[in-house]
């Protein structure tokens, strides 16, 4: 062979590797471009994911708050009492919700007439001994308690007001009031003696059995 031929030969198998040494340079950096890629969007899915379940929970938050109800106020044109009379005789108060939400009442009203310094006692439990009453009173819908009044002793007489409170969960909390109804403004004769007042109840039909003056 000769000097001439062997030069010509040398210069192909450098020129042969030098192509062959870009070739796995250029296959590394696309498999490392592929891998990066594919950490980058891995990484945008688990983000995308975060937000989403981020956002159910605060969309079940918000759906919770809204579904929480609220305590119903007392107020005059919202408090209603009326007198029947015979052998039933008994006093029925009836509260309105007039709002679009729905409100609950706990227990039954605090009813104090003519300024009197303590509440008409309750029929079911005792202001230290609640029976834990709760109801929910549908928006535009109405609640109903009752005093009996088939006695002597407990119709009295004829009474001028009485102030109003609500009361809350436990024995000794009132969630709002008072509200004061003047039954002289209102051309109402309502008598009341010795006597005491329901829990709330969603009828007055409900109202009158736990007064004992149901039909």
């Not at 030969?9 to 592929?34: E, P, Q």
């Not at 990066?36 to 708050?65: D, L, M, P, V």
């Not at 029947?84 to 939400?101: D, E, I, Y």
């Not at 119709?155 to 007001?161: I, V």
Request: charged residues 20%; proline residues 5%; contains cysteine.
């Amino acid at each position: 062979m000769t000097a001439r031929r062997s030069r010509h030969r040398s210069a192909a198998y450098a020129a042969l590797a030098l192509g062959l040494a870009g070739s796995l340079a250029l296959t590394g950096c696309n498999s490392h471009s592929s891998k990066k890629s594919k950490k980058s969007s891995s990484s945008s899915s688990k983000s995308k994911k975060r937000k989403i379940i981020g956002g159910g929970a605060a969309a079940a938050g918000a759906g919770a708050a809204s579904r929480r109800v609220p305590d119903c106020y007392p107020s005059t044109y919202k408090l209603t009492f009326s007198q029947q009379t015979g052998p039933k005789s008994h006093v029925a108060v009836k509260f309105k919700n007039s709002t679009s939400r729905d409100c609950k009442l706990y227990n039954a009203p605090l009813l104090r007439f003519n300024n009197a310094k303590d509440p008409l006692p309750l029929s079911q439990g005792t202001p230290g001994h609640l029976d834990g009453t709760r109801i929910t009173v549908p928006a535009h819908g109405y609640a109903y308690a009752v005093i009996p009044t088939n006695t002597a002793a407990t119709k009295g007489t004829e009474q001028k007001s009485v102030a109003v409170d609500f009361m809350g969960i436990s024995a000794s909390s009132v969630t709002h009031g008072p509200a004061t109804v003047n039954f002289a403004e209102k051309r109402l004769h309502i008598s009341v003696g010795k006597s005491k007042v329901t829990n709330w109840s969603s009828s007055i039909h409900g109202a009158q059995l736990a007064g004992g003056v149901g039909k």
